[in-house]
């Protein structure tokens, strides 16, 4: 794969966006931002593990980002702590656009689920675009005997505690999901914590755990090879790419209903301009045929947004996840 070789001038804080230099035009880029030239590479670090719905979102745009960014970008997956240490690694790196991370829901409940969290959500990053949204779907091990929400229910309450879940780490989305069921069906299911998406899906499989929610794209192949039994879908109408899975509304229990989001932040303290220009590339690579179909093959949804705007949902996101845990009954731990 050959990249141009432009980069981030730390001087300047500003971007060269290469191969969309006629796109970013239209937004307006001052000719300053296409003067410079650099060698260095713009890391994406991801709190979660390989294999998870944020890894395979940002693996699909990595060409056409680097491309509109006219530099490499390189993946680096650190997991662990439901997503803290990745997110604790690019808050401390420097404000110049060169480290970047892809985050999800489980950014904002943080503070919600776990005592101590050594950042601030919000203060302490600098949002960039909500990318867009991704479906998450309620799976068991096939040799759990229900194949759909009304049987699942119905062994929960006849065998309290007896069956268990897993979840991606303490405070995450895949764990409060499957809270947020618990709570709904009045059901109690033991909660096993792993330390990232790719770990919990193997435990799944090979039937140490009995169920999980994972994102659509983590759990498709599985499904597909019958590894994995999909029971709904915790959105309000089917998704496209996997049409035969139903929704937890059509299986009688509406109040189910949690669905994936995907954001790209940075460091605190990035200069505006350079966060307005790393916007402008993400539309540019998301509207690629490449990306899109790939996002739409996975089941997700883009929508890129204004860093505004993503500021703004981060907000209200966290007020809504922090009354859902208390809902639901999550102790922090």
């Given amino acids: 794969m050959t990249h141009q070789t432009t980069q981030f001038s730390r001087r300047h804080t500003l971007i060269r966006l290469g191969g969309v230099a006629a796109g970013l035009a239209a937004w307006g880029a001052p000719a300053a931002l296409l003067a410079q030239t650099s060698d260095r590479v713009v890391k994406f670090i ?4 390989a294999g998870s719905g944020v890894d395979g979102i940002a693996r699909a745009a990595q060409i056409a980002l680097g491309k509109a960014l006219g530099q490499t970008v390189v993946i680096e997956n650190q ?8 997110t604790s690694t690019m808050i401390k790196s420097a404000p110049d656009g060169l480290t970047l991370s892809m985050v999800s829901n489980n950014h904002v409940i943080y503070p919600a689920v776990l005592k101590s969290v050594p950042f601030d959500p919000v203060a302490d990053i600098t949002p960039i675009a909500i990318i867009g949204a991704t479906p998450l779907v309620l799976v068991v091990n096939p040799k759990v005997p229900a194949k759909n929400m009304k049987e699942l229910v119905a062994l929960f309450k006849a065998n309290p505690g007896k069956y268990n879940y897993a979840s991606s780490g303490n405070g995450t989305i895949l764990h409060l999901a499957p809270e947020m069921f618990k709570d709904v069906t009045q059901t109690f299911v033991t909660h096993i914590p792993y330390r990232g998406v790719a770990p919990m899906v193997q435990d799944i499989i090979a039937g140490q755990v009995d169920m999980g929610v994972l994102a659509l794209p983590s759990a498709q192949a599985h499904i597909k090879n019958g590894t994995m039994r999909a029971i709904c879908v915790s959105a309000p109408a089917r998704i496209p790419a996997a049409p035969d899975i139903p929704t937890s509304t059509e299986q009688g ?11 790209v932040v940075g460091p605190k303290g990035m200069a505006p301009d350079l966060v307005k220009h790393i916007n402008a590339a993400f539309v540019a690579a998301f509207s690629t045929p490449e990306v899109k179909e790939s996002m739409a093959k996975q089941g997700n949804t883009i929508k890129i947004s204004t860093p505004e705007f993503a500021l703004a949902h981060f907000k209200s996101e966290m007020v809504k996840y922090a009354g859902l845990v208390k809902k639901a009954g999550v102790v922090p731990q």
């Fill in 46 to 49: 991801l709190p979660v593990s």
């Fill in 253 to 263: 229990y509406p109040g189910y209903m949690v669905e994936g989001w995907i954001a």
């Fill in 79 to 86: 997991p662990g702590a439901g997503g803290v240490v990745g």
